[in-house]
């Protein structure tokens, strides 16, 4: 399967006119459609990381741009207004030490197929000790968001050419699961009296 | 055998609901077919060349006769009246419609069945020794860790979009009948010197464009660690796998690209934070699940039956069905029945709607309503008394289920080849079947003995080909179909990867290629050599010298046309 997407989908823009109440750009966050004030650069062809100019207002940025210009940011990250993103060939270690620092961090798919966030956002969550707002952006869609519930994400922002309503319904697709991951730490083995063979 | 409780029942109902909405939303369109490709895949459904496919989960193999009369009805009312077991121990329907596959789903719940990751790039049906619980020379039951491995790879969240698919196969026996070494992880159950149990861990093994056999990254891991250890190797493989090439993106490159060594250090490493924590197995669990593969209540009989031993003196078929269909049982008085899918005229592992219902109620009958189904296509009973063996040959033969020819030549490994599957650069059934008719004859296969015979129709080699004594494979050229030979490759604990001997050849030049290469043998064996020792011992020059040595009279018609 052809995995070389170059534009993320979420930069792509929705052809219908916004009606009012959707002029606000809306992500689902702990399981509920809410509107959302924080804006993903993407640096452009040209762009570089030390070189871009961050736009004002609440940002997440490229990992790389947070790499290179930390000292500049500083402040718009203690005012909590600052975010950084993971491709999905980054390391989450990247970030080891300084995950509080920020507001949000969320976790690209270039593809939905790509699986490589998954466990990015679980060591993010698992080992680097990040409680904040773990964000799924990009390649976003209903049938990848349990999985990617479980792992460790809160928000998604599903693909702009998707209805965000019916998106959420993908966060229910099942009520029980066998195995630990992030939002489980017990599998049903040791969490339920399970049945044996009947005496 | 196992049985669902209200968790597993649960979980299946909310993947059929799952998956009953995702084929709504792509039969109006809400999904592209490539956001649903994904989807399908991990509930079994392939697009082929002419129709979907459904490949359906058999757990290590093991199947109760109600489950197998599923198929049978499901063969019936959706598909041709035929099924195809598979080389990883599933069963395949080649002519189902997209809109009938939650209902299909939904009958297979109905006896603790399902379709989830037989397909895709997630953790696929975990397989076993067929003979698992009845071997003779087994150590330990693999069954056990086998369906706890298959409930925890089921739906897991971070792993169900790796780099490629990802196989895990279970021996416990000291003949390794489950091919671990070409597995992505191959686990043999062993005892340390403490006599605790665990498992010997092998990494990076696998068929298709690189065939590789698996490294042994540890040599004991106490059998509580099974699932962190696992999860850390899948999470190393998840992250750095490569995903920019499909033929160099199983686990199998990775190893070879960082080295064992350092493959393992990165494990290791991953593991100690996991080692001890919550997914670690408990003694209660694995009882639990242990409970359900304790022995059949078996009849104290003397080893040896003395109508067995009658009818023997008396029939030069049933002896010949004995030397090859029937295996020791670990417990006196019984045996180990093979069915053969092998006939010659049949596609290897296909097996009628009639024939399967037949089976079913031969396993009521005759072998505590349980059978199994082998790597090599074929099906198992696993518990028949020595005095009922005559019997259910009789009653096997009359289905066409009795050729007497497991092992030989013509117990082929074949792939549905290009009469189906949209992948294959040519066909193999029909390969298989010309081979199997120009060695019909029954004394010259048992002349020629063991042999491994394995045809695959593209390079994924579904069938085989590489670790097939003589391995075949379909290639294209220019358009025509032509087929590639290989020797000396071999599967179980002195596994190996064949060797090409040389320029492909065209469909109808095959049976005779074959022909040369068993005179070889005929001719330089020494006493008692199997045609794979021949091969290790000479090499391939004189198989190869002799097929090349005279031009092989081919039909007019290549490839695509030959046996159209």
Redesign the interface.
């Known amino acids: ?1 052809p ?1 070389a997407v170059t534009t993320p989908a979420a930069t792509t823009p929705t052809v219908t006119a916004p009606t009012p109440n959707q002029m606000q750009k809306q992500i689902i966050k702990n399981k509920a459609v809410v509107g959302d004030d924080w804006t993903v650069l993407r640096l452009a062809e040209g762009e570089s990381a030390d070189g871009v100019a961050i736009p004002v207002g609440k940002v997440i940025v490229p990992l790389t741009v947070w790499q290179a210009q930390a000292a500049a940011l500083q402040l718009r990250a203690a005012a909590g207004e600052l975010g950084v993103w993971f491709a999905s060939d980054e390391r989450p270690e990247a970030l080891t030490g300084e995950v509080a620092k920020f507001a949000v961090i969320a976790v690209d798919f270039p593809k ?5 966030g ?3 956002a ?1 060591n993010l969550r ?2 680097l000790g990040y409680t904040g707002e773990l964000r799924a952006i990009g390649d976003v ?1 209903r ?2 968001m ?3 519930q ?2 460790g994400f809160d928000a998604f922002e599903p693909r702009a050419d998707r209805n965000i309503h ?1 998106a959420l319904k993908g966060l229910s ?9 992030w939002d489980q ?6 969490r ?1 009296q ?4 009947a005496q | 055998m196992y049985q669902y409780d209200q968790y597993d029942h649960l979980i299946a109902k909310e993947r059929i609901a799952q998956y009953r909405d995702q084929v709504r939303r792509r039969l109006c369109n809400e999904l592209t077919e490539e956001e649903f490709l994904p989807l399908r895949l991990q509930n079994g459904l392939y697009m082929q060349r002419h129709a979907y496919m459904l490949r359906i989960a058999v757990p290590y193999g093991l199947l109760s006769s109600e489950q197998m009369r599923m198929f049978a009805y499901i063969a019936r009312t959706y598909d041709r009246g035929y099924g195809h077991f598979t080389t990883r121990q599933n069963i395949q329907f080649n002519w189902i419609d997209l809109e009938q596959t939650p209902d299909i789903l939904q009958h297979l719940a109905s006896v603790e069945m399902h379709a989830n990751q037989t397909s895709g790039n997630c953790i696929r049906n975990i397989t076993s020794d067929e003979f698992a619980g009845v071997a003779v020379d087994e150590i330990i039951d693999p069954r056990p860790y086998a369906e706890i491995l298959r409930q925890w790879s089921t739906f897991h969240p971070e792993f169900a979009y790796l780099p490629r698919k990802f196989k895990i196969a279970i021996n416990g026996a000291v003949e390794d009948r489950a091919a671990i070494a070409v597995h992505d992880i191959g686990l043999t159950v062993v005892h340390d010197a403490s006599g605790e149990v665990g498992f010997r861990v092998m990494v990076g093994g696998g068929m298709g464009r690189t065939p590789i056999l698996g490294s042994v990254i540890r040599e004991f891991l106490p059998w509580q660690h099974m699932m962190t250890y696992i999860e850390a190797i899948m999470r190393v493989y998840n992250q750095y796998g490569r995903r920019d090439n499909k033929y160099k993106a199983r686990i199998k490159i990775l190893l070879k690209a960082i080295g064992a060594e350092e493959f393992t250090r990165q494990v290791e490493q991953e593991w100690l934070d996991l080692k001890d924590s919550p997914s670690t197995l408990t003694v209660e669990e694995l009882n639990r699940v242990a409970g359900y593969f304790t022995p059949h209540a078996y009849e104290t009989l003397p080893a040896v039956d003395a109508s067995l031993e009658a009818h023997k003196a008396e029939n030069k078929a049933f002896t010949n069905w004995l030397k090859r269909n029937v295996k020791p049982h670990k417990v006196p008085g019984y045996a180990i029945v093979v069915l053969s899918l092998k006939k010659v005229g049949v596609a290897p592992g296909d097996a009628t709607a009639e024939q399967i219902d037949f089976v079913a109620d031969l396993a009521d009958r005759y072998s505590f309503g349980q059978l199994r189904v082998t790597h090599e296509q074929n099906l198992v009973l696993a518990d028949i008394k020595q005095s009922d063996l005559f019997a259910v040959w009789q009653e096997a033969k009359a289905h066409g289920l009795a050729t007497p020819n497991i092992g030989l030549i013509t117990d082929i490994i074949c792939c549905p080849g290009g009469d189906f599957c949209s992948l294959a650069n040519a066909k193999s059934i029909p390969i298989a079947q010309a081979i199997a008719e120009r060695f019909d004859d029954l004394d010259y296969q048992h002349d020629i003995g063991e042999m491994e015979l394995n045809i695959s129709g593209c390079i994924n080699a579904c069938g085989h080909h590489h670790v097939g004594n003589i391995g075949v494979l379909g290639v294209d050229k220019d358009g025509s179909e032509w087929y590639q030979v290989s020797i000396g490759g071999a599967q179980g604990n002195e596994s190996s990867v064949g060797k090409i001997i040389g320029p492909s050849f065209s469909a109808t030049q095959m049976p005779e290629v074959v022909e040369r290469i068993v005179q070889v043998y005929l001719r330089d064996r020494i006493e008692g050599e199997r045609f794979i020792d021949t091969t290790r011992r000479l090499g391939i020059a004189p198989f190869k010298d002799a097929v090349y040595a005279t031009p092989i009279k081919s039909e007019s018609l290549h490839g695509e046309d030959a046996y159209a």
């Open positions: 399967m995995d939905f197929s790509d699986g490589r998954y466990s990015i679980y698992a080992r869609l049938d990848q349990f999985y990617m479980r792992v019916d697709d099942f009520s029980e699961q066998y195995q630990t991951s730490k017990s599998p049903l083995f040791r339920v399970r049945t044996g063979v």
